[in-house]
């Protein structure tokens, strides 16, 4: 499975009477990871529901094209804040949940599971139910589940934010490795995960936004907190975030 990289033009999105963004271009490339801050109301979200394809009401529109030429439409996951683990459905149920949708799971539906859950570090909570699990470990079970989808592109929303500061961490050297080969766009907050884990970060910033590129430290992702250009830039872009909040 080889990536696409994906190039945005003319996007542009209205509710009512606002403009949130006009004419906004961006690339990402194949097999990279964008993070994407911006105050709250900036239209990230919205930004990654238009990439998705997902229903948004008022007037919208973009231009999406893909490094290789087929569409996006069924090659897209989607990785929320909230877990979204359905409660009929143990863990294993959870984590194919795709498969559930088209039909009966086969056997290799749920060896693949039991080794996506595995490799989440949750081997042995396939048959339990999703209320008898931690945030943190439902989280893990989302992931698992993106991974089930077996997308080349991923798009995340906030992932990582109802979890506490230490399974946060856990959850960015997972999905770090288990997302490697993918091209993976997601909205945060926090501009420590982001200098974490992105190639590249981007700013929706101003009213109508526009995107701000922000060079991010070097080294392999995720990057360490030790590291002391990462703490730097830490700095920095949250100055960079309150400027964007005084604009
Ligand atoms: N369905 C909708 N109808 C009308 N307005 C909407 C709708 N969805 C979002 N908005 C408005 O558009 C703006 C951008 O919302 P969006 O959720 O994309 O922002 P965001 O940058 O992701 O915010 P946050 O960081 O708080 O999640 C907000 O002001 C929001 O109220």
Redesign the pocket.
Known sequence: MSPPGLVLRHASLT??D?P?FQALQARFDAGSWTCLL????????????MIASLR???NHHLDLQTSDGIPLAGRVAWMAQQDLLVPWQRVAGNVMLSAHWQGRPTAADRRRAEHLLAQVGLADKADRWPDELSGGQRQRIALARTLFADASVVLM??PFSAVDAITRLELHDLASRLLADRTVLM?T?DPLEALRLADRILI?QGEPARLVSISVPPGDRPRSLDDSELQRRQAELVTQLRETDDA
């Open positions: 509710f009512g606002r949130l911006g105050r709250s109301g900036s239209g990230k979200s919205s930004l990654l529901r948004l009401p008022d929303d906030e909205v907050h929706l």
